[in-house]
């Protein structure tokens, strides 16, 4: 069971090393999307690499579904592999809680030292647990029974009657268990310094690039230290957000520290659209702006200016 997990483990270790290595020696070919976040591309020199991060996670629960179905068939205890989520706010870990607690055993790290108002920070914490005291209750009732509900028989996700999402229709593993959270530091003071000199960057540029870094190191730190399997982040989810950026660093941090980055690019099968429909349905406080100042001051002058 656990050496069916750790193997794969070291493979996408090696695997994920190597694409590094290659988007690194070709940076200057690279042809990614900023704004966007699609997948990298890089072509030249004989060298045409195309990265479909949703495709890899794909892959990479396949091979734990099917390592779960073996310890099943040979009656041995099932360990779901252990999930550390960076996670930015509600409304984004609305779609990636729902269709990642049926592979993994979840925990939300909760740390944005960009949110730079303490008001906000504190309120997009609350809707954070609240989110994840509402899922968790629809597993489990008061007394740690579970209730029987299952995600893929939900309503509010789908995209028209025969347009459900391919994801969460698929069944729940009977080893489903609660999802965890953990609040990071609020230390905004790291973030100002990770900015200083680009307070006039626009969004998508290299401050973004900083903050993506300081929030993913932290949380490669924490998966590290507590022993998780993996470690992602909601942030791909967001069509503003650049995704190969992200796993780009996130398998670095990866690397230097001994736990594998999950890939993801989770705006990929309807996520995006999902998680609006999900915040809908759990009346999530939706903000408008990422969360920094920066980011709040130029939300503002685009509405002076409609």
Excluded at 1 to 12: P, T, V
Excluded at 190 to 207: D, H, M, N, T, V
């Amino acid at each position: 069971m656990f050496s069916c997990i750790g193997l794969h483990n070291m493979d996408f270790l090696k695997e994920a090393g190597s694409a590094r290595k290659v988007s690194q020696r070709e940076k200057m070919l690279s042809g990614t999307n900023e704004v966007t976040g699609e997948n990298s591309s890089i072509e030249g020199r004989g060298v045409n690499i195309v990265r479909n991060y949703q495709k890899e996670l794909d892959k990479i629960i396949e091979k734990i579904s099917a390592c779960r179905k073996t310890d099943e068939g040979e009656g041995k205890a099932v360990r779901m592999p252990r999930l550390l989520l960076h996670a930015c706010c509600a409304p984004c870990s609305s779609y990636c809680l729902e269709y990642l607690r049926q592979y993994f055993d979840l925990t939300v790290f909760y740390y944005n030292p960009n949110i730079t108002q303490d008001e906000e920070y504190s309120k997009r914490m609350e809707e954070e647990k609240r989110l994840i005291e509402t899922l968790n209750a629809q597993v489990y009732d008061d007394s740690g029974q579970r209730t029987g509900e299952d995600a893929s028989e939900r309503t509010g996700i789908s995209g028209g009657k025969d347009e459900k999402s391919s994801i969460l229709q698929e069944q729940m593993p009977d080893g489903y268990v609660r999802i965890k959270m953990i609040e990071g530091v609020y230390e905004p003071n790291r973030f100002y310094e990770i900015a200083k000199g680009l307070e006039q960057c626009p969004e998508g540029g290299e401050r973004c690039f900083r903050c993506y870094e300081m929030r993913l190191r932290e949380s490669a730190k924490v998966a590290a230290k507590q022993h998780f399997d993996y470690f992602t982040t909601t942030l791909t989810i967001s069509p503003l957000k650049n995704a190969a950026k992200l796993n780009e660093i996130g398998e670095r941090l990866g690397e230097e520290y001994g736990v594998a980055f999950l890939p993801s690019d989770f705006k990929k099968k309807n996520g995006y659209k999902c998680s609006i429909e999900l915040s809908k349905e759990y009346h999530l406080y939706r903000q408008d702006y990422c969360g920094c100042v920066y980011s709040r001051m130029e939300r503002e002058r685009q509405k002076g200016q409609s």
